[in-house]
């Protein structure tokens, strides 16, 4: 009996998967129905992840590339594949200066402000109870804390943040609402940037719900204030989430990358109000990125990063 309890245990340690063990937090992937005829790539997802985002099937260049002509065929088959395998789904992204189609970038003033808030009530509107939380507003900082100059910024300097989440609070109340951006892992002098923005809009009454930190790190440059930070902001009353982790090996070994993933999966347990953390393409063939970046190889075996991130978990 001892010996088929051990077994027992072991098969089971064996058939455990990274979202067994996300009872604290949802962990998260990024993901592409562009890869979907890679039978594993569904499968192992499907298997080890609770979350999912988007990579770009809901960015307004892919959802609308032509005036009035919408198409959320491949952010649909998305929602699907989360829905089927008991996801929760982010929304990703809404407003960003990046992947704008070109018809909205010719536009200024109130036609381009008309524009910007028929888009996000038209996207969440179809998305409505389905995305468990959006990302509205993308990428705003430059690294010394500034703004940056964008089409945004440059019509309506910030005041196109607070209509953009109410015009996405309007279109689904029941979805968190996340303003994102990368380097603002340490406290620094954009990641300050951002604090002094959601607390001025906490104070303005916007419905502001989250920040996302995407995490697009490298091993042995993991900020030692990470947790710190987090904390920082949920003491404005938010939640926070790492959005889009990756950690390039940056010429170390493989258990080095590992102990910077769990690093920043600690930092998120560690750090009441976070409630999860996303890895941006979880293996290295789909990667957006060069340097092995991802937990999975692009074989699809499992590094050391995927038993840390499971220990971290635990």
């Known amino acids: 009996m001892l010996k088929v309890l051990i077994l027992l245990?072991?098969?089971?340690?064996?058939?455990?998967?990274?979202k067994d063990h996300a009872s604290q937090i949802y962990i998260g992937c990024a993901l592409s129905p562009s890869h979907f005829s890679d039978s594993q790539y569904q499968s192992?997802?499907?298997?080890?992840f609770n979350s999912l985002t988007p990579e770009n099937e809901m960015k307004w260049d892919a959802v609308e590339a032509s005036q009035g002509s919408v198409n959320y065929a491949q952010a649909d088959q998305l929602v699907q594949f989360g829905k089927q395998n008991g996801m929760k789904i982010r929304g990703h992204t809404l407003v960003?200066?990046?992947q704008v189609p070109g018809w909205v970038s010719g536009l200024s003033g109130d036609t381009l402000h008309q524009t910007m808030i028929s888009h996000i009530t038209d996207e969440v509107t179809h998305f409505k109870g389905s995305i468990y939380a959006w990302d509205v507003v993308n990428e705003m900082f430059n690294e010394d804390g500034t703004y940056r100059q964008s089409l945004w910024y440059n019509n309506f300097q910030t005041n196109f943040v607070g209509d953009?989440?109410?015009?996405?609070?309007?279109a689904d109340p029941g979805a968190k609402l996340y303003i994102n951006d990368y380097n603002i892992e340490g406290i620094n002098a954009k990641s300050t940037g951002l604090y002094n923005l959601v607390k001025e809009l906490k104070g303005q009454g916007v419905p502001i719900h989250g920040v996302g930190f995407q995490a697009h790190l490298s091993?042995?440059?993991v900020p030692s204030d990470l947790a710190a930070n987090l904390q920082r902001f949920t003491a404005l009353g938010l939640?926070?989430?790492?959005?889009?982790l990756d950690i390039k090996q940056n010429g170390q070994s493989q258990e080095a990358q590992a102990q910077a993933y769990a690093s920043v999966v600690n930092a998120c347990t560690s750090t009441s109000g976070c409630v999860g953390v996303t890895i941006w393409g979880f293996n290295d063939?789909?990667?957006w990125i060069n340097d092995n970046p991802c937990p999975w190889d692009s074989n699809y075996q499992a590094k050391p990063a995927v038993a840390a991130i499971e220990g971290?978990?635990?």
């Open 9 to 18: 245990t072991i098969l089971g340690s064996i058939a455990a998967h990274l």
């Open 44 to 48: 192992i997802a499907a298997a080890e």
């Open 96 to 98: 960003w200066h990046s």
């Open 164 to 170: 953009a989440f109410k015009a996405a609070a309007a």
């Open 219 to 221: 091993t042995g440059q």
């Open 239 to 244: 939640d926070v989430a790492i959005t889009e």
């Open 285 to 287: 063939q789909y990667s």
């Open 312 to 314: 971290a978990l635990k």
